[in-house]
């Protein structure tokens, strides 16, 4: 004889639609208001916060998914000629991170001292961190100072604390603490002039006129695709001097085949070349990196500039 019994269903605490509506508005409502998930929402850069950390100095994001860390280093007083080099032409130490499939990849550029240079490598060394040049970008000035160049991949958090010990071992000053930022004083030269002779756009920064040029075609390192932003884009400065003069240096990024044009064409129009060599390891394609300086009329460097940028290829 067969018993047929009556198939219960399992209790829920729920047995109104509205009720169910209500019990998902409150969830919702609690994973919205989780701080860890709102400040995730509210701010992208969030996931930085343990590098910055690890720093001990905020970061400036930048494009690509890329946060730099400036580092200038104002405690130098250091002079090219009558020239008194101010941090943002010369002398600004930065290391920007960059996250990867495997973790992060982080490069930079510190400037140093002479006695700063055997610590600092060490200790890089010692953490982790590979140095991928150590060389001048001036000549002739005074003090000389030495810029080392880092190119490494690992755990971000471990690279960012590492490169922190390093610098913590030289006289470079900590961040800014003011509560809010000087007056911006005039520039002293024709910015607008400047830029038409260039045929770009500048931004100013501690009284200099900076401007940055990628190249056309992608960069890689170790596979991975690497942002301007990292340092493989031209890089040009102008500080003032007096008058409609100023001061440039900065640094070229180039192929091997662009060399000699451009370092022609900058000889040519009064613009001497400091320096050529390279800053990465396992780049690709291989590049090379000149640096250069002049004092005269800021217009008249700015075209010759325009001239040795046509011999590259660099983003319109």
């Known amino acids: 004889m067969i018993t047929y019994r009556p198939v219960v269903a399992p209790f829920h605490p729920f047995s109104t639609k509205p009720e169910i509506m209500r019990a998902l508005a409150i969830l ?102 590979e140095i991928s040049a150590v060389h001048n970008h001036l000549i002739g000035e005074s003090p000389h100072v030495v810029y080392l160049h880092i190119a490494s991949h690992g755990d971000a958090v471990k690279m960012a604390h590492a490169i922190h010990d390093a610098v913590a071992l030289t006289r470079t000053p900590g961040p800014d603490t003011g509560s809010a930022p000087a007056a911006s004083e005039p520039l002293g030269i024709d910015q607008k002039a400047v830029e038409e002779a260039l045929g770009r ?41 007096g008058g409609t003069k100023a001061a440039i240096t900065g640094d070229f990024v180039l192929l091997g085949k662009e060399v000699n044009p451009v370092m022609k064409a900058l000889q040519e129009n009064g613009i001497e070349v400091t320096a050529v060599h390279s800053h990465m390891l396992m780049e690709e394609p291989r590049l090379f990196f000149m640096h250069f300086w002049a004092n005269d009329d800021a217009v008249k460097l700015a075209k010759g500039l325009k001239i040795a940028l046509d011999h590259t290829n660099s983003k319109k």
């Open 28 to 129: 919702l409502a609690t994973v919205l208001t989780c701080p860890a998930l709102v400040r995730a929402q509210t701010d992208p850069n969030a996931k930085w916060k343990p590098v910055e950390d690890a720093m001990g100095r905020p970061g400036q994001p930048q494009a690509g998914d890329v946060i730099r860390f400036a580092m200038p280093r104002k405690d130098l007083h250091v002079t090219l000629g009558e020239v008194a080099i101010k941090p943002g032409l010369a002398l600004g130490s930065w290391a920007a991170f960059v996250h990867t499939e495997h973790g992060a990849m982080v490069m930079g550029d510190l400037v140093l001292t002479e006695d700063e240079v055997g610590p600092v490598m060490r200790n890089l060394q010692e953490g982790g961190i």
């Open 201 to 241: 756009s500048g931004k100013v920064n501690g009284g200099i006129l900076q401007f940055g040029v990628p190249r056309a075609e992608n960069v890689t390192e170790e596979g991975m695709v690497v942002p301007p932003s990292m340092g493989v884009g031209t890089a040009i400065n102008f500080q003032p001097t």
